[in-house]
Nanobody, 126 residues
């Protein structure tokens, strides 16, 4: 079972950028489809982005496409999320997670992911 720890959150002004990282322990990271989710206060956890094992395919929520970039480094067991042109509505706790099935086909449901990290807070001020 992979264990995940997120970092890189913080306070940024609208229009700014942040880069989130997720470090994985264990030897299974490279074989896992990985994703980022976020949860704002009073709202359900929502899909942000996902990336396949060899970074061949990436998936994005419509709300972040063109602004966020997901990437991974299997040699370093690290997942990243580069966030540009941040908006106040991007404010949330951001989580990384591993897809439960190898045959991932772009699901945006949190129930298709597991091994959740503890999250990192991102706050975008207007």
């Amino acid at each position: 079972q992979v264990q995940l720890v997120e970092s890189g959150g913080g306070l940024v002004q609208a229009g700014g950028s942040l880069r989130l990282s997720c470090t994985a322990s264990g030897r299974t990271f490279s074989g896992k489809v990985m994703g980022w989710f976020r949860q704002a206060p009073g709202k359900e956890r929502e899909f942000v982005a996902a990336i396949t094992t060899l970074s061949i395919t990436t998936y994005y929520a419509a709300s972040v496409k063109g602004r966020f970039t997901i990437s991974r480094d299997n040699a370093k067991n690290t997942l990243s999320l580069q966030m540009n042109s941040l908006k106040p509505e991007d404010t949330a706790v951001y989580y990384c997670a591993a897809a439960l099935k190898f045959a991932y086909t772009g699901s945006d449901s949190p129930s298709d992911f597991g091994a959740w990290g503890q999250g990192t807070q991102v706050t975008v001020s207007s």
